[in-house]
């Protein structure tokens, strides 16, 4: 009998092994490209983006808000900062007035430039016409808990303005919470196609993308 525990214990460590192996692999599918492109030479059109502003979501899909639509509520909704070298700076906040989303770009190098908050990337433009994106997002987990997962975009560049079908491609991030609703709205995000249009904000010089901390992975 003791013989049969101590199999079971080890077929037990086995299998948690596997499991632990399968997920670190799951997550360094997604590493390994950040890092890929972050040492890649990206030469591309610098025309083909307008970099003195952002790219907020406008969406279209949400009911109106006392007869106002979603889309205008607000004056910047789950961006994108694009910077002309490569790096990218995400955001899921929502911010109504220029001096809220102001105050967050001045702060961002002092508080949120760390792998605790910042969601920071790389992009390169393909063929003039398509983004390709590998940054964190940001994601529910269980307990109400947020954390950040390295995330893959692909878009189409319509023009300098505006950036459409933006979505998550594999490989996916390994984001499983053990409840179904919490699963489910982050299923919702991860297949819901993204359309960005430009804002020029004059406080995104305020972010300093040459000294974002996931340089630490250049060679």
Known sequence: MRNVNILLNILLLIILYCCLSFKKHLEDNNLYALKDMLNAERKFDKTVLRFDGVYTTYDTTRSPVNGQRYCDRYFLDNFFSFYKNGMVMRS?????????????????????????????????????????????DRYRVDNGYINDFITHFKGIIKNADTIVNLKVVPPYPDVKPAHKLTRERN????????????????????????NFWINKYKQ
Do not use: H
């Not at 249009?197 to 972010?207: G, H, I, M, S």
């Open 92 to 136: 899921a906040l929502v911010f109504f007035e220029p001096y809220q989303a102001a105050k967050y770009l001045s702060n961002f190098m002092q508080y949120y430039n760390n792998e605790e908050n910042g969601q920071l990337g790389v992009f390169s433009i393909i063929n003039k016409d398509t983004i390709d994106i590998i940054c964190y």
């Open 187 to 210: 299923l919702k995000v991860i297949n819901q196609p993204l359309m960005l249009v430009f804002k020029p904000f004059a406080a995104k010089k305020l972010v300093d993308s040459n």
